[in-house]
């Protein structure tokens, strides 16, 4: 799999892309809180994918086909995302919204730009750079003052950084795979079918029919979470083909603070100064790589 990329690390961030990316940071964190208000994780690891695979089917009949070139990167990818949704999913188990997701979240960022910057050779120009920087500060800041007030079980960190490298990982891999494809619509909605088939199949080989009582009570909503991170990783990769990597998934990260209000709004979590400090470094870190 040779990485290829096609975007100049030093290009600024076009308005239009900071919008689409900023709305699927909103979804994400939308879809997230979701999966984590379902109290039976195994009715959620069921919902949620079967949303994204109803959601592909349609886009696949009226989308191009992707380049023969970025079915690789389709076939990692997918690998990829299941691994990723069961480790969520472990997260969400082990610990709080408002703890599990920044940690996960705010680990990809700065792996990216490593990774980008080796094999995409995407090194980040100053300004991108500092606002990187700001931003995973932002939410590292985040992470690590609530895990000092309240400290995570280490299996809920362990799974929460391990995300975030699978995190980084499918970013660059679909990255890469959405530039070669010449079919954006194409690309997501076959990474949505392949990458998320699996897992309700497994849940119900697993279970069986005692699924259905289990995921009947919350169908619709797990549904909808299915729809929202189509549409919020959708976006991501069409930003994806039209900026560096490491700005789209630093920018990305700011459903962190999104994720933040809603847990405390909805989960009762508490907002506070260092949610308040955090979402201003990363407001900073947002716009120094918009305006440089």
């Known amino acids: 799999m040779v990485f290829a990329s096609s975007v100049p690390a030093t290009a600024g961030v076009p308005v239009v892309v900071l919008i689409a990316v900023l709305v699927a940071?909103?979804?994400h964190a939308a879809w997230n809180a979701i999966a984590h208000w379902i109290p039976d994780k195994a009715a959620a690891l069921t919902l949620v994918p079967l949303g994204c695979v109803l959601c592909s089917i349609p886009m696949i009949l009226v989308a191009a086909a992707p380049d023969s070139r970025s079915w690789p990167y389709l076939a990692a990818s997918s690998?990829?995302?299941?691994l990723y949704n069961g480790l969520l999913?472990?997260?969400?188990r082990f610990g709080d919204l408002s703890q599990t997701y920044p940690l996960a979240r705010g680990t990809a960022p700065l792996v990216v730009a490593l990774v980008a910057a080796i094999a995409l050779g995407e090194t980040p120009g100053h300004g991108q750079l500092a606002g990187v920087l700001l931003i995973s500060m932002g939410l590292g800041f985040l992470v690590f003052w609530g895990r000092r007030d309240n400290p995570s079980r280490p299996a809920a960190m362990g799974a929460?950084?391990?995300?975030?490298l699978?995190?980084?990982?499918?970013?660059?891999?679909?990255?890469?795979g959405i530039r070669l494809s010449h079919s954006t619509l194409g690309y997501i909605a076959w990474l949505m079918l392949l990458g998320e088939v699996t897992m309700p199949v497994l849940v119900f080989a697993w279970i069986g029919p005692k699924l259905w009582p289990r995921v009947r009570p919350v169908w619709h909503i797990g549904l909808l979470g299915g729809v929202?991170?189509?549409a919020a990783y959708g976006l991501v990769l069409w930003a994806q083909t039209r900026g560096a990597l490491a700005s789209i998934a630093a920018m990305r990260e700011s459903s962190i603070i999104i994720a933040a209000v809603i847990?405390?709004?909805?989960?009762?979590?508490?907002?506070?100064?260092p949610r308040i400090l955090a979402t201003c470094v990363v407001?900073?870190?947002?716009?120094?790589m918009v305006l440089t």
């Open 160 to 164: 929460a950084v391990t995300t975030g």
């Open 166 to 176: 699978v995190i980084a990982a499918y970013t660059v891999v679909d990255g890469t």
């Open 263 to 273: 847990g405390a709004v909805w989960f009762k979590e508490g907002f506070g100064k």
């Open 25 to 27: 940071a909103v979804l």
């Open 89 to 92: 999913m472990l997260s969400y």
């Open 228 to 230: 929202l991170s189509v």
């Open 283 to 288: 407001a900073a870190g947002i716009a120094v």
């Open 79 to 82: 690998v990829l995302h299941i």
